[in-house]
């Protein structure tokens, strides 16, 4: 692998900004054939003459343009990097982007994420939802600084992470109240042939249902599949069907949407990562998060 000298590009983009060698060096306060020196040895590098004789001056060849306009870039970004740096307040809030997968409860969310909020430090969080493919591969890309998901991530995906895990809990159903109130005597059989609201077939979750329900010999009637956890709240507060949810945020969802209890399953067990390219994250945000104490419900 080829390293490049910043050095001697700084010398060739001067000569190149100022139209040669005399003015170059006046500009830079170092003589011209330290100047001259330094051109050779870049041309050496990159194996290309960057300048050609033009009468009694010299002119950039065709390389010499493609490098410059390189070099021109690269050093008029590093002046707006100091630029910006220079007028940067004390304390600025850091940036924090997280992908949160979409099936996970935005309360839940929240409540995973506060403890990067909670430093000493500013920290301004931006929340991306989508799927946990498009999502890893963001991280991949250094797009995003962790993921919120729920489930590890696999070895039949190409991306390298670690995963941290922030929490798990049980599963409590949840209904409008007088669907509540109908279905709560006899649960968990009550369930067989209700009307039921789920997650669809790629979340975790929903795998574990099915299994949960196909062990108890439970058949309930799917009213309605959604990768949005938050629509299928609302769909559920309609009376429509009842749905699951982790049982950490009953407090939550009983308080906010008024809805009423059906019953709890201990045995289904939702756990929730922070999936990260680092095992030892150092954004003090994401150590926030990943070091705050597991919550279980």
């Not at 060096?25 to 003589?31: G, N, P, T």
């Not at 309360?107 to 929340?127: S, T």
């Not at 039949?156 to 992470?161: L, S």
């Amino acid at each position: 692998m080829k390293w490049l000298n910043y050095n001697h590009l700084f010398y060739f983009w001067v000569v190149g900004r100022e139209g040669g060698v005399v003015r170059a060096s006046e500009e830079l306060m170092v003589s011209q054939p330290t100047i001259s020196n330094q051109l050779r040895e870049l041309e050496a590098a990159l194996g290309h003459r960057l300048f050609e004789r033009a009468g009694r001056g010299i002119r950039l060849t065709e390389a010499g343009r493609v490098a410059y306009n390189y070099a021109n870039q690269m050093f008029s970004l590093g002046q707006e990097m100091l630029n910006a740096l220079e007028h940067q307040p004390v304390g600025a809030a850091l940036r924090l982007i997280v992908g949160v997968l979409d099936v996970i409860p935005k309360p839940l969310a929240r409540r995973l994420l506060a403890p990067a909020l909670g430093g000493d430090q500013p920290v301004r969080l931006i929340c991306r939802e989508d799927k946990s493919d498009r999502l890893l591969a963001d991280l991949a890309a250094r797009r995003t600084d962790m993921v919120l998901s729920d489930a590890p991530i696999g070895t039949a995906v190409q991306v390298e992470g670690f995963n941290h895990l922030l929490g798990e809990s049980g599963v409590t159903f949840f209904a409008s109240p007088e669907m509540a109130s109908r279905y709560r005597r006899g649960f968990p059989k009550s369930l067989n042939g209700a009307p039921m609201l789920l997650p669809t077939d790629h979340t975790q979750v929903r795998r574990s249902l099915n299994q949960w329900f196909d062990a108890k010999r439970i058949h309930p009637v799917v009213a309605g599949e959604f990768d949005d956890s938050a629509l299928m709240f609302w769909f559920g507060r309609t009376g429509v069907g009842m749905f699951p949810a982790p049982t950490i945020m009953e407090a939550d969802i009983q308080r906010e949407m008024k809805l009423g209890l059906v019953g709890r399953v201990r045995d289904i067990r939702e756990r929730f990562y922070a999936i990260t390219l680092e095992e030892k994250p150092t954004h003090p945000g994401v150590v926030a998060i990943c070091g705050a104490a597991p919550h279980e419900g």
